[in-house]
C-alpha cells in the first residue's frame, strides 16, 4: 500500500514537474543547452563517466556527513552512528547508505511521523514559479484540500543540470547528483529548526535503486511564505522595518550557538529571506557553513568586506575566533540594517539606534549584546517609557468620545502609514496619539481604532475632519476642543 501511494504521488510530482517546466520555459537564462543530452556509443566511455560520476556522488555524500548526527532522543539512531564513527571507510559507506541515509532519502526515521509525505503531493496544483537557480526551482502550491506550500524542486532546466547530462552522459545519474543540494538543505532545515528559520513541512523522494522515473526524484515541500523586497519594506513604519532587524538578530543569535556549532551564512542577501505572516524567516540555506577557519596568527583572520576589512583574533585553538558569528553581524549591518533602522526610528529611541548602528558597523558588539540592545529597544516601545516627556496636559484640548467611530471622513496622507488612503500610524496610548496630531496641521481628531500592530500598541486613524458619529464599542474618538461637533439625537 505504501509503495502503491508512493508510485501514485510520484506520478503527480512528475506531472507537477512538466508543468512547472512549461512555466519556465521563458526563463532564458539557462540558455539553449540545458536540454542537450549528448549519446556516448562506446560501453567503455560510458562506464568510466559512470565511475566518475559515483565519485562525485561519493563527494556529496560526503559533505552531509556532518548533518547526520543523531538527535538526543533519537536512541534507535545512537548504535547506528557509534557504529559509523569506530567502523573502516568501506563499512561507513554501507551504515550510511542502509540506516541514516535511508531515513533521509525516504522519510523512515522518527522524524518525519508527523510530517508530509509522498501521499501529499496527490492532486498538487502548481500556482507559480517563485524563483529558479542553477540547482532548484521554488513552486508556488496548493495541496489537496487548499493548503499553501512552497515546493523545492530539481531545476531540470537549471545550468547545473545540463552541466552534468553534459558531462556524464547520465539523465537519471545527474538528476540524483544535483538533488543532493535539496537532500542537504532538507537536513540543515531539520537541524536548525527555529521561529525565523522557514519550517520544514516534509519532503517526497523517489526510491533509490527502484529504477524507472522514480529514482533520485526529491520535493522539499515548506511552509509558504513573501518573498523579502527592500524597496517596499522601506515604504512601510518604523516598526516593520525594526521587527525585520529584531527577527534577523534572533535568527544570528541562535546560529551564533546551533547544535552545528556557529554558523555563518555565506550568501547573506535580502533574497535569502522570506516572511510568514510579517515574521522574517530564512528560506535558502545552500550556502551556510559551520567550519571554523584555522589560523596560526591575527593576519589569517581577517574579514573582507567591499569597502573595509577587520582582523579578528586567532585563538589558541588555532582558529579565528568568532569569524562567523562577525561575519553575520557585519553583513546584517550593510544589507539591512543600514537601510532600515535609523530613519523615521521615534525621537526619544534614536540615540539607542545610533547606538546599534556605530556598534554593528564598527563591530564592537558580539551578538549577544546586539540581540540585548535590541530587545531594550523593543521593551521601550512596547511599554511606552521612551514618551516619558509627553506631559498628560497634552490631553486637555481633545474632547474624547468613547464607544464611538466617525463616517464622512476627509482625510489626509501621511507618510509612512499603515493605509495607503489616509493617515494610520501606531501609539502607545491617546496621549502619543495627541502630540501626533498637534504635530500635523491637517489634523483636527483622531481615533483610537482597538486594532492592534505586532508589538501590542494601537492603531490611530488621524484626519481632518469627518461627517458625523456612528455607534462602535471598540472605538474612542478625540476631537480638538474647537471642532466638536454637535452630538447626534438620540
Not at 551564512?265 to 522574517?280: A, E, K
Request: with cysteine.
Amino acid at each position: 500500500m505504501g509503495h502503491s501511494l508512493r508510485a501514485a504521488a510520484l506520478l503527480a510530482f512528475m506531472v507537477l514537474s512538466v508543468l512547472v517546466s512549461l512555466l519556465i520555459t521563458s526563463l532564458k537564462q539557462f540558455g539553449s543547452g540545458s536540454s542537450r543530452f549528448f549519446n556516448a556509443t562506446d560501453a567503455g566511455e560510458l562506464g568510466e563517466l559512470r565511475r566518475a560520476l559515483d565519485l562525485q556522488l561519493r563527494e556529496r555524500r560526503k559533505e552531509i556527513l556532518p548533518l547526520l548526527l543523531p538527535h538526543n532522543d533519537d536512541d534507535d539512531k545512537d548504535g547506528a552512528f557509534e557504529e559509523f564513527q569506530h567502523s573502516s571507510k568501506l563499512d561507513q559507506n554501507s551504515v550510511l547508505d542502509f540506516s541514516l541515509w535511508n531515513e533521509v532519502t525516504l522519510g523512515s526515521g522518527k522524524a518525519h511521523r508527523d510530517q508530509m509525505g509522498c501521499e501529499s503531493l496527490m492532486n498538487v496544483r502548481a500556482v507559480e514559479v517563485l524563483g529558479s537557480g542553477y540547482t532548484k526551482l521554488v513552486v508556488k502550491a496548493n495541496l489537496a484540500g487548499g493548503q499553501p506550500v512552497a515546493l523545492k524542486l530539481v531545476n531540470e532546466q537549471g545550468i547545473d543540470m545540463s552541466k552534468c547530462v553534459e558531462d556524464f552522459k547520465d539523465p537519471q545519474g545527474c538528476r540524483e547528483l544535483v538533488s543532493y543540494k535539496l537532500q542537504k538543505e532538507m537536513l540543515l532545515l531539520q537541524r536548525l529548526r527555529h521561529p525565523n528559520v522557514i519550517k520544514l513541512k516534509g519532503h517526497c523522494s523517489g526510491v533509490h535503486g527502484g529504477g524507472g522515473l522514480e529514482e533520485g526524484r526529491v520535493a522539499v515541500i515548506l511552509e509558504q511564505g513573501t518573498p523579502l523586497q527592500m524597496i517596499q519594506l522601506l515604504q512601510t513604519p518604523w516598526e516593520d522595518r525594526f521587527r525585520v532587524c529584531l527577527d534577523l538578530v534572533r535568527l544570528l543569535h541562535f546560529l551564533s550557538r546551533s547544535p552545528l556549532g556557529s554558523v555563518g551564512l555565506l550568501d547573506f542577501q535580502p533574497r535569502q529571506f522570506v516572511t510568514v505572516s510579517g515574521q522574517l524567516k530564512l528560506t535558502d540555506l545552500d550556502d551556510v557553513s559551520a567550519e571554523e577557519t584555522a589560523c596560526w596568527t591575527d593576519a589569517d583572520c581577517v574579514l573582507q568586506f567591499p569597502h573595509r576589512n577587520f582582523t579578528l583574533p586567532c585563538s589558541s585553538r588555532g582558529v579565528c575566533e568568532g569569524l562567523n558569528e562577525k561575519r553575520n553581524i557585519y553583513n546584517a549591518y550593510r544589507f539591512f540594517f543600514t537601510y532600515l533602522l535609523p530613519h523615521q526610528a521615534p525621537p526619544g529611541l534614536t540615540h539607542l539606534v545610533d547606538q546599534i548602528m556605530n556598534t554593528t558597523g564598527e563591530l564592537k558588539a558580539n551578538i549577544n549584546q546586539t540581540l540585548e540592545a535590541f530587545e531594550h529597544i523593543l521593551l521601550l516601545y512596547k511599554s511606552g517609557l521612551h514618551l516619558d516627556n509627553l506631559h498628560p496636559s497634552i490631553l486637555r484640548d481633545y474632547t474624547v468620545m468613547r464607544d464611538m467611530s466617525t463616517s464622512g471622513n476627509v482625510d489626509y496622507r501621511c507618510w509612512p502609514s499603515y493605509s495607503q488612503q489616509g493617515c494610520v500610524l501606531s501609539v502607545h496610548s491617546a496621549r502619543e496619539a495627541a502630540y501626533i496630531c498637534n504635530s500635523h496641521s491637517q489634523c483636527n481628531s483622531f481615533t483610537l481604532t482597538g486594532q492592534k500592530t505586532w508589538t501590542g500598541r494601537q492603531l490611530a486613524s488621524f484626519r481632518n475632519s469627518f461627517g458625523h458619529l456612528v455607534p462602535d464599542g471598540a472605538s474612542e474618538v478625540y476631537v480638538k476642543k474647537s471642532k466638536v461637533p454637535q452630538p447626534p439625537l438620540s
